[in-house]
T-cell receptor, first 114, second 111 residues
Framework: DADVTQTPRNRITKTGKRIMLECSQT?????MYWYRQDPGLGLRLIYY???????NKGEISDGYSVSRQAQAKFSLSLESAIPNQTALYFC?????????????FGPGTRLTVL | QKEVEQDPGPLSVPEGAIVSLNCTYS??????FMWYRQYSRKGPELLMY????GNKEDGRFTAQVDKSSKYISLFIRDSQPSDSATYLC???????????FGQGTELSVKP
């Protein structure tokens, strides 16, 4: 079974719609992250959470919001989707105790905004 | 200017070649350096990490950090078609801190 799961895997939506991407993990990690990946731009951090009560903005948080419902669940919302939010979205987790901050990634959600 | 710069490629080499992948960075506070490998339609996976300057070897892979030049490299010896993937460098100033990723280099190893 996958340790980090993301739903949906693919989503096509229209401009102005609100959508939610969900991430669940069974690794028992306390830290969770949302990234987007665009060709030529690599991975850019949207939001991150070091525990259930801790939410922090990343490099590109405008137009996004998050909710950490439990240690194992971290969701990303696009309040009013726009075409330049078309990208591949990854959730990741890490354990603060390891020191290295190895991040474990989910399989990704491919989002298309028309 | 991005904090971390990486040539996106694509890079195509014949099987058995030595591959050199590189990143430059501007933040002298970076202490932890990582290489992630991402296969098509998959999430990235940690391949190697190093702390501060120096080399680290793991099988056919060698990671090298030159902090004086703000330059890191990943060498792949005897490259195989199974090494075809996108390689992303990542770095952090703090142990357990946020990671800053490079753009990723797409590598193709031809049989």
């Amino acid at each position: 079974d996958a340790d980090v799961t993301q739903t949906p895997r693919n989503r096509i939506t229209k401009t102005g719609k609100r959508i939610m991407l969900e991430c669940s993990q069974t690794k028992g990690h306390d830290r969770m992250y949302w990234y987007r990946q665009d060709p030529g731009l690599g991975l850019r951090l949207i939001y991150y959470s070091f525990d259930v009560k801790d939410i922090n903005k990343g490099e590109i948080s405008d137009g996004y919001s998050v909710s950490r419902q439990a240690q194992a669940k971290f969701s990303l919302s696009l309040e009013s989707a726009i075409p330049n939010q078309t990208a591949l979205y990854f959730c990741a987790t890490s354990d603060h105790g390891t020191g290295v901050n190895e991040q474990f990634f989910g399989p990704g959600t491919r989002l298309t905004v028309l | 200017q991005k904090e971390v710069e990486q040539d996106p490629g694509p890079l195509s080499v014949p099987e058995g070649a030595i591959v050199s992948l590189n990143c430059t960075y501007s933040n002298s506070a970076f202490q932890y350096f990582m290489w992630y490998r991402q296969y098509s339609r998959k999430g990235p996976e940690l391949l190697m990490y190093t702390y501060s300057s120096g080399n680290k070897e793991d099988g056919r892979f060698t990671a090298q950090v030159d902090k004086s030049s703000k330059y890191i490299s990943l060498f792949i010896r005897d490259s195989q078609p199974s090494d075809s993937a996108t390689y992303l460098c990542a770095m952090s100033p703090l142990q357990g801190g946020k990671l800053i990723f490079g753009q990723g280099t797409e590598l193709s190893v031809k049989p």
